[in-house]
């Protein structure tokens, strides 16, 4: 099997959570790390950090990627880092649960700038700047498998990134580069926790077959198999990684 090291893997939105565990996990592999951040300078130079201590390499770069500007400087300050792109990891999002008659513009228009145009507009650099038989992927959520009151807007931007992943993959496929999406099912970050009663989290733990939340370290295991040539013949899909949640 080919080996990973050398390669290099932008990781949106890896101060914290799925992300900050996804590059660790990739840098144990050889893979060169871009942690992206928006904000948090400090969290991120300290997942930056931890990398390093253990012999990786990585740097930290901050963007905002809700701007088509901020996705731009992203990929070129990564090339000027390392000179290279073979993988792009769109974990960036927001989520705010509201219902309807709470929602306000400025509330849709944040979670679709970063979710679905920060996550599109990074795939359009992708097609122009990554090298060949790279590996995109994208996060979506098995919230849309529910019928969850507050989550239509959030669900709303996660369901666009799963038909881009669709649409795209033939595009990208004369670059031999595949893209998927993770659909992760509820994972103990603090963006899942946040606003959550411990009976809310409870009660979801009982609509997972195997009767627990899932941690980033589920999720990182799958992209540890997606960004290997082993799947090489896997594109356009939505994996849902979620324990069984229903």
Do not use: H
Not at 36 to 49: L, S
Not at 101 to 124: H, M, P, R, Y
């Amino acid at each position: 099997m080919q080996s990973l090291q050398g390669k290099v893997a932008i990781i949106t939105g890896s101060s914290r959570g799925i992300g900050r565990t996804i590059a660790q996990q990739l840098a144990q592999q050889g893979i060169k790390v871009v942690v992206n951040y928006a904000t948090g300078k400090e969290k991120a130079q300290g997942v930056v950090e931890s990398i390093i201590q253990k012999g990786g390499e990585a740097t930290a770069i901050q963007a905002d990627l809700s701007t088509v500007s901020g996705v731009e400087s992203l990929f070129t300050e990564t090339l000027a880092a390392f000179g290279k792109i073979d993988i792009l990891i769109n974990n960036a999002g927001l989520m705010k649960t509201q219902s309807l008659s709470e929602i306000t513009e400025e509330d849709f228009d944040k979670q679709f700038n970063l979710n679905v145009k920060g996550t599109f507009f990074a795939c359009q650099q992708a097609l122009k700047l990554m090298e060949p038989k790279g590996r995109i992927i994208n996060f979506s959520t098995s919230v849309l498998g529910q019928m969850f009151p507050g989550y239509s807007v959030y669900a709303g931007t996660k369901g666009a990134v799963e038909q881009f992943t669709r649409q795209l993959a033939k595009e990208f496929a004369v670059k031999e580069i595949t893209i998927n999406t993770i659909s992760p099912g509820p994972i103990n970050t603090e963006l899942f926790n946040v606003g959550k009663t411990e009976q809310q989290i409870e009660g979801m733990k009982k609509s997972i077959a195997f009767g627990r939340i899932g941690e980033p370290e589920d999720i990182a295991n799958v992209i540890d198999f997606l960004v290997s040539e082993k799947s090489e013949w896997i594109t356009g899909q939505t994996i849902r990684v979620n324990g069984g949640f229903i």
